[in-house]
């Protein structure tokens, strides 16, 4: 079974940095579109990034300009940096394969004012 598990949420002050994580395994991890999600308390989980299999990006406008979605397929993980976090950016983050519709189980991010 796809595994994919999320690491590096934490708590941080607002206009800080965070770099999330999110490692693969039991699956062609290069060939696959993979995205990140988030959800915060009481709202939908919403769309924040995707990554293609290419390496074509595309961002939420909410994030655009401060976060930034990478992969490194030798490594089978794909990254969120987030830079200039704001106290809305507070919420649960998932990776998902697009591919095959797997999910992580998620991460804390925090952003305090």
């Known amino acids: 079974q796809v595994q994919l598990v999320e690491s590096g949420g934490g708590l941080v002050q607002a206009g800080g940095s965070l770099r999330l994580s999110c490692a693969a395994s039991?699956?062609?991890?290069?060939?696959?579109?993979m995205g990140w999600y988030r959800q915060a308390p009481g709202k939908q989980r919403e769309w924040v990034a995707t990554?293609?299999?290419?390496?074509?990006?595309r961002y939420a406008d909410s994030v655009k300009g401060r976060f930034t979605i990478s992969r490194d397929n030798a490594k089978n993980t794909v990254y969120l940096q987030m830079n200039s976090l704001k106290p809305e950016d507070t919420a649960v983050y998932y990776c998902?394969?697009?591919?095959?519709?797997?999910w992580g189980q998620g991460t804390q991010v925090t952003v305090s004012s």
């Open positions: 998902r394969s697009l591919s095959l519709d797997y």
């Open positions: 039991r699956m062609i991890f290069s060939v696959n579109n």
């Open positions: 990554i293609t299999s290419a390496g074509s990006t």
